[in-house]
Nanobody, 124 residues
Framework: QVQLVQSGGGLAQAGDSLRLSCAAS????????VGWFRQAPGKEREFVGV????????HYADSVEGRFTISSDSAKNTVYLQMDDLRPEDTAVYYC?????????????????WGQGTQVTVSS
């Protein structure tokens, strides 16, 4: 079992930065990859990015490439999503998720455990 508790998010203006946190318990970060997804109202959940457990590799959706960065702190067993140069189209509920099979997948159904989600709202 992996429990993921998210924090951060909130309201921002276009061009601002926010950082989301995803604190894991039950297993160490060495036990899984962490992906980030988001879901806007009326839309399907979409892939944002994923990082290899060691932090040695990451992959991002084209829509956030160069603006969003995933990092981790093993001492805190926490993964972060740094979001810079936010845009109104980034408005969504953001989720972190654990992939115990280390697939680096962009598909939500692959992920085994999910955080509770956190709202990010960006105004123009």
């Amino acid at each position: 079992q992996v429990q993921l508790v998210q924090s951060g998010g909130g309201l921002a203006q276009a061009g601002d930065s926010l950082r989301l946190s995803c604190a894991a318990s039950g297993r160490t970060l060495k036990s899984f990859n962490v992906g980030w997804f988001r879901q806007a109202p009326g839309k399907e959940r979409e892939f944002v990015g994923v990082q290899w457990w060691s932090g040695s590799s990451s992959h991002y959706a084209d829509s956030v490439e160069g603006r969003f960065t995933i990092s981790s702190d093993s001492a805190k067993n926490t993964v972060y999503l740094q979001m810079d140069d936010l845009r109104p189209e980034d408005t969504a509920v953001y989720y972190c998720a654990a992939d115990l099979k280390f697939s680096m997948s962009t598909e939500a159904h692959v992920y085994n455990f999910w955080g509770q989600g956190t709202q990010v709202t960006v105004s123009s």
